[in-house]
């Protein structure tokens, strides 16, 4: 019973090292059951996969601000897609001086107004808190109604500044992204239809086929395919 | 060379796009046999089947579609 007990999870802990490996390099987990030439297979396959898409589409391929999708399903490849990432950070921090030149004026305007409402919004919040203390202490009925009103119109106030804070954050967000495309664009770096779609494609396609290779992987270990080699593997 | 080729986009007319399916495809094919097949030695054989399987499938997939498109008011 317990040599069972120790067997099952032995074979846990093998599923987990080989869904790791899995993900790391690709066909590294196929290689840890006992099945090497497959890993290679794999590991080649995927490799080649994801690559031909970064060669199709570019750095921008891995695109981690707007193809957030995508993105997700390029970084099941491992290795490939966290170094198609670092790629593509390296080349946006070194357009980021560029960008913040040509949209210094405006940022720093938009900065101000969050400023100036993050200040608003802290005042408020501390009137609301008198206020609140003021109607826990007031004695008379129509003291409390009139405190009440007063809350409410206070914290409709509070709700706005919220939301224009959240809108002058996302208008700084879109305007950075408006030049980071712009610029790309520039560079001759930012994609267009169709390569877009079919290189993001190849890349992404790389993902899902290595999901499905670590999950293959991770079922392996856990039945213990490890102690009845395949055939072909063990020919 | 090299290098730029994987920082700048390909560009490419759009008719040499549809070119690039049938690869994809290949790729696909490849993994998906190698963690299906018994015997790794029938691995060729099955790919090319699967292969074929995929462009027959999206050929009709593509004259359906076209069908409707034009046939259809």
Redesign the interface.
């Known amino acids: 019973m317990r040599s069972k007990d120790n067997k099952s999870s032995t074979n846990y802990i093998r599923a987990l090292v080989a869904l790791v490996l899995a993900w790391i390099v690709p066909g590294a987990g196929?290689a840890f059951v006992g099945r090497p030439?497959?890993g290679v297979?794999?590991f080649i396959?995927?490799g080649?996969?994801f690559?031909?898409g970064?060669?199709?589409?570019?750095?921008?391929?891995v695109d981690h601000q707007e193809q957030k999708w995508w993105f997700a399903a390029e970084m099941l490849t491992g290795v490939h897609g966290l170094v198609g990432w670092q790629?593509e950070t390296q080349?946006l921090k070194k357009l980021a001086p560029t960008i913040r030149k040509e949209i210094e004026q405006e940022e720093d305007a938009i900065n101000a107004v969050i400023r100036e409402r993050r200040r608003d919004l802290a005042q408020d919040n501390a009137e609301m808190a008198n206020l609140k203390v003021s109607l826990q202490t007031s004695a008379s009925a129509q003291d409390r109604q009139m405190l009440q009103e007063e809350i409410d119109r206070r914290q409709s106030a509070l709700d706005n500044t919220k939301a224009e804070i959240i809108r002058q954050h996302r208008k700084l967000y879109n305007l950075r992204n408006a030049h980071t495309v712009k610029l790309l664009a520039k560079q001759?770096?930012?994609?267009?239809a169709?390569?877009?779609t079919?290189?993001r494609?190849?890349a992404g396609?790389?993902g899902l086929?290595n999901l499905?290779?670590v999950f293959?992987a991770m079922m392996l270990a856990l039945i213990g395919t490890v102690v009845g080699k395949?055939?072909?593997?063990a020919a | 060379m090299i290098a730029e080729?994987?920082?700048?986009?390909?560009?490419?007319p759009?008719n040499m796009?549809l070119l690039?399916l049938p690869?994809?495809c290949a790729?696909?094919a490849?993994?998906?046999k190698?963690?299906r097949v018994?015997?790794?030695?029938d691995?060729p054989k099955q790919t090319i089947v699967l292969i074929v399987y995929m462009l027959a499938g999206l050929v009709a997939l593509a004259a359906g579609l076209w069908a409707i498109h034009e046939f259809m008011p």
């Open positions: 196929h030439w497959r297979i794999i396959t995927i080649v996969t690559w031909a970064i060669a199709l589409g570019g750095v921008m391929t790629r080349q001759n770096l930012a994609l267009v169709p390569m877009a079919l290189a494609a190849y396609v790389a086929l499905m290779c293959d395949p055939r072909e593997d | 080729l994987f920082v700048n986009p390909l560009i490419l759009f796009t690039l690869p994809l790729l696909v490849i993994v998906y190698t963690i018994e015997d790794l030695r691995l």
